[in-house]
């Protein structure tokens, strides 16, 4: 008679495995940063921009660097894609510099660039910039001279968040006594409208030569950024702040102050300005607290052809220059390798 087998052994599930003690431990601070980081997430806070960018708005309305002389920049298109590209800049007749030639190099892809500069007194520079990521970007910069003190070295990265960013910066390195300059600075929003920061620079120029300062910054922008102030207070009671307005779509006015209030030193400057863009020129003017009214025309007179216009008028010196510069650009591509769509037969451009 056959043998009946015993039905097999019911299997039942294993006991869950404890938990571990170090993650008893950590689970709270785990839960608490967790919550902290869902806290800021319902806040919709948004970034601020770089801190390199800080009062751009301003400096791009105010001019910073007046025509003085005559300047010339013949640019030649190599390539589009990447683009390649080579610019001889030549500087006359300036009453504060001597006459100067530069032969420049540009060359850039999506998420590369790199610049090439040289002058006519042999002087080298560069600058290389590559992103990582759409929140990772490195920068290179270097300048070499014959001149003693003119070399640099600067090495740089930014990393922007969610809503926050931070630059770390370090210039003439030296990795076997730790001599150079080193920054890092750190910009959060705090709410929709206003962004608060700190910048950190340490410098060592040798034994018992160490020094360390903080500035602070500030942004305030309105929700539809039509107006942005900005203010940083450095060390040695220097302050420089901005403001910048968006009139309507072809206006803009800013202005800028910079107040020295040390000891040794009570000054300040305040400048007003303004930036009105038409169909094909922008004209900028402005005046400031020492008596200067400046001006600058950019005329578009092609699409390979800027000319620019400008002076500064020093009422409390009674001094006065102008200035006049052409922008030209070439290219031995045709219309389509350059993207450009041809005009029909017998069109007038």
Request: aromatic share 8%; charged share 15%.
């Amino acid at each position: 008679m056959a043998t009946i087998p015993y039905p097999p052994p019911v299997l039942t599930d294993a006991p869950a495995a404890s938990t571990s003690k170090s993650g008893g431990v950590l689970s709270p601070v785990t839960n608490a940063f967790n919550r902290f980081a869902n806290w800021r997430a319902s806040l919709g806070l948004t970034n601020a921009g770089s801190i390199e960018k800080l009062g751009q708005e301003a400096k791009m309305t105010i001019i910073s660097n007046p025509l003085d002389g005559a300047r010339a920049d013949l640019s030649k298109i190599l390539s589009v894609d990447p683009a390649f590209q080579v610019t001889h800049s030549f500087q006359l007749a300036s009453q504060t510099q001597p006459s100067s030639y530069y032969l420049s190099t540009v060359y850039a892809t999506q998420k590369f660039f790199m610049q090439g500069n040289v002058d006519n007194e042999g002087n080298v520079s560069m600058r290389c910039n590559n992103e990582w990521s759409q929140d990772n970007v490195s920068k290179v910069q270097g300048q070499f001279s014959s001149t003693p003190g003119h070399s640099m070295l600067q090495l740089e990265h930014d990393y922007l968040g969610r809503d926050f960013s931070v630059n770390l910066k370090a210039v003439n390195p030296s990795p076997t006594d730790g001599s150079g300059m080193y920054i890092g600075s750190y910009l959060q929003s705090v709410t929709k409208n206003i962004a608060l920061g700190v910048e950190t620079l340490y410098q060592n120029l040798g034994p018992n030569m160490s020094d360390m300062s903080t500035s602070y910054l500030a942004r305030l922008a309105a929700t539809d950024k039509s107006w942005i102030a900005t203010a940083q207070v450095q060390p040695m009671g220097i302050i420089q702040a901005t403001y910048w307005h968006k009139l309507s779509d072809k206006v803009d006015a800013a202005a800028d102050l910079q107040l020295i209030s040390a000891p040794q030193r009570r000054d300040a400057i305040a400048t007003i300005g303004a930036k009105y863009d038409l169909r094909l020129s922008t004209l900028r003017a402005q005046i400031d607290s020492t008596g200067k009214v400046g001006m600058l025309l950019e005329q578009k007179i092609a699409p390979t052809f800027t000319f620019s216009v400008g002076g500064e008028l020093d009422h409390f010196k009674n001094a006065a220059k102008i200035g006049v510069g052409v922008q030209i650009e070439s290219s031995s591509l045709t219309p389509e390798e350059m993207g450009m769509v041809p005009p029909p037969p017998g069109s007038v451009l």
